[in-house]
């Protein structure tokens, strides 16, 4: 390697010469040092932009192939009617003609069953797909994904009726094989009805939380559509996916929303809401078994029920929720104030016996009256004094007339 742009004269002795080479030895080792330091960036960055390169290439097969799909025709959605054999089916299309069809090859035979739905190619109509069923987003809505909090031991007064529902509801689900061996059919469905507030959904949240089934609560209006077969379908879905997920419950609340008695029909609303009843009906005795489905209505209108509901086979256990009386009120009052800072003189069987007429839901305005009394003067405990104003400002809030239900009897 030549120096043309440096001015160094030669050495003239031995000694200079030999530094003259030592100097010139570690120029060119500093120069190869840094020739390879710049190797190894250039190395990094090739490896960089390859793989930069790489995930384009990617990202552009990624976009090419969502560009065809873009491009490709939409399928037709339609039904499958008849299995003719593995390769040939009868479909019916979204527009209503009916066709003998092929079946993709990448489809597994045994997914084919008459009823599912399958998308069909849209020029030559060959089955390329079996689609999942498809239920109603509101029939998703009605299942309870957390248990609720309620526990039969918050339920007070009603112990005779705990364990009618538990007989009823709970034993067939968990201990079948007692029914077996007496030789009986368990309970499908029981009724709870009476005076508001006395305790039926609680009972059926409770019912949800001992219980491991999946729980589907519905209220009866939402069951009643505008358009004629909406409401009907709608019951016809909520059955078959409590069978799906069986051992399954049915909690219908308000049930007198959509079964009141059936009468002459005067407007098409009306012939709705019996169709959808008639639905119902048939849904809870049909032809199909029901298997590990249970069904629990609630109402405060029994006396309005169409008696084709009420019969044995459909709800065979009918079981009233009344009035507590004084033993009742004096437990459910205890279950409420377990949690409150009370004043030790203070005696709940006193305050049960003033409640005469009152439900649950009464108690419990009582003693949540009573806790804001003690938080208006800024005490820390209750007093009796609180009780007194609460039992006056709750029995003045409105007049309540005692609900009498003249019709249905309790099937056991």
């Given at each position: 390697m030549g120096d043309s742009g440096c001015d160094i004269t030669e050495p003239q002795n031995?000694?200079?010469?030999?530094?003259?080479?030592?100097?010139?030895i570690s120029n060119l080792e500093n120069r190869n040092l840094e020739l390879r330091e710049r190797m190894r960036q250039m190395e990094s960055e090739k490896r960089y932009v390859e793989t930069q390169k790489i995930r384009y290439e990617r990202e552009m097969r990624k976009l090419r192939s969502e560009i065809e799909q873009l491009r490709s025709p939409p399928l037709v959605v339609g039904e499958i009617i008849d299995i003719i054999d593995n390769n040939r089916v009868v479909v019916?299309?979204?527009?209503?003609?009916?066709f003998?069809?092929?079946?993709?090859q990448f489809i597994d035979p045994k997914d084919l069953r008459s009823g599912s739905r399958c998308t069909l190619n849209q020029q030559s109509l060959a089955l390329i797909e079996v689609l999942p069923n498809n239920y109603d987003p509101?029939?998703?809505?009605?299942?309870?994904?957390?248990?609720p909090g309620e526990i039969y031991s918050d339920i007070g007064g009603l112990e005779a009726q705990v364990q009618e529902l538990k007989e009823a509801v709970e034993l067939p689900l968990t201990k079948p094989h007692l029914f077996e061996q007496v030789g009986i059919r368990p309970p499908k469905g029981v009724l709870l009805y009476g005076p508001p507030g006395t305790g039926k959904t609680l009972l059926a949240r409770a019912v949800a939380h001992e219980t491991n089934a999946h729980f589907l609560r519905v209220v009866g209006?939402?069951?009643?559509?505008?358009?004629?077969?909406e409401g009907a379908r709608l019951v016809r879905?909520?059955?078959e996916i409590a069978r799906e997920k069986a051992p399954a419950i049915i909690f219908i609340d308000e049930i007198d929303a959509v079964g009141a008695h059936r009468t002459e029909s005067v407007t098409s609303g009306d012939r709705e809401v019996q169709r959808t009843l008639m639905q119902l009906l048939a849904g809870m005795d049909g032809f199909e078994a029901r298997g590990d489905v249970k069904i629990i209505g609630a109402t405060n209108r029994i006396d309005i029920l169409d008696p084709a509901l009420l019969r044995p086979g459909r709800f065979d256990r009918i079981i009233e929720i009344p009035l507590p009386d004084i033993e009742g009120r004096y437990s459910i009052l205890k279950i409420h104030t377990k949690g409150m800072n009370l004043e030790s003189q203070i005696n709940l069987l006193d305050i049960a016996k003033q409640t005469e007429g009152r439900n649950g839901a009464d108690l419990r305005a009582i003693?949540?009256?009573?806790?804001?009394?003690?938080?208006?003067d800024e005490r820390s405990q209750v007093s009796g004094e609180d009780f007194v104003r609460a039992l006056h400002k709750v029995s003045t809030g409105f007049n309540r007339q005692t609900l009498k239900n003249t019709f249905g009897e309790m099937f056991a």
């Open positions: 031995s000694e200079e010469l030999c530094k003259y080479l030592l100097e010139r019916r299309s979204s527009a209503g003609p009916r003998l069809v092929r079946v993709s509101q029939i998703y809505g009605m299942e309870l994904e957390e248990r209006s939402e069951l009643v559509q505008k358009y004629i077969g879905e909520l059955f003693c949540m009256e009573a806790g804001m009394f003690a938080i208006r």
